[in-house]
């Protein structure tokens, strides 16, 4: 099974890129995003490997981290998402931004993806929502938005992130802001305060 690929671009194609590993070239497809970050035809590049093997064919598929392919696999455990819609999504959304939106149970976010409609978003948020966290990255207070998405967030918390959002914000810059309001307001802090230092660290 090839875990790695080192080598230089021979091609770049819509959906894939063509490595040269030392006088062999393999076919690698990728995410929008992936292709996007990698350079140009004759550059070097590394990409991590997530190798598919069927009876009449073998696949392979690749990303610039181990937690895009980490986020690969755990999107194909849901029933209804293969590898076309699991890149879709990741062409769409950031790992971290994924994470955030399983959370939040942010439905608009997960079905901006091609492919993506109502139903599997709500099959993708209520199945991966307990392994969100794990799968998180660089995704900020990811407990704060699980408890957000569920329902069960302190009632200044979610009037306050109610309040931003309304405002204009997303609900993900609006649960952030609000979590660094808490630190700075301190515990017991009503609304109208969490609003308030929400919006300074919005201004920022």
């Not at 819509?14 to 970050?37: F, M, N, P, Q, W």
């Not at 140009?40 to 392919?69: H, K």
Request: hydrophobic residues 50%; glycine residues 10%.
């Amino acid at each position: 099974m090839i875990g790695k690929l080192k080598g230089t671009i021979e091609e770049l194609g819509e959906d894939y890129v063509l490595v040269d590993v030392h006088g062999v070239c393999y076919v690698a497809y990728c995410s929008g995003r992936t292709l996007s970050k990698l350079g140009s035809v004759g550059e070097a590049c590394i990409l991590f490997i997530e190798t598919y093997v069927r009876e009449d064919q073998i696949r392979l598929f690749g990303f610039t981290t181990a937690l895009e392919r980490e986020w690969f696999n755990i999107l194909q455990t849901v029933q209804g998402v293969g590898a076309k819609v699991a890149l879709a999504l990741l062409s769409t959304l950031t790992p971290a931004e994924l994470a955030n939106a399983i959370a939040l149970q942010d439905r608009a976010a997960v079905s901006r993806a091609p492919g993506v409609g109502p139903k599997v978003a709500v099959r993708i948020m209520t199945e991966l929502k307990n392994k969100a966290p794990a799968f998180a990255g660089e995704a900020a207070n990811i407990g704060l938005k699980q408890e957000l998405g569920e329902g069960v967030a302190a009632a200044p918390v979610a009037d306050a992130v109610s309040a931003l959002t309304n405002l204009g914000y997303s609900r993900d810059q609006a649960a952030n802001a609000v979590a660094a309001a808490m630190k700075l307001a301190g515990a017991g802090a009503d609304s109208a305060k969490l609003i308030r230092f929400g919006l300074k660290e919005l201004a920022r």
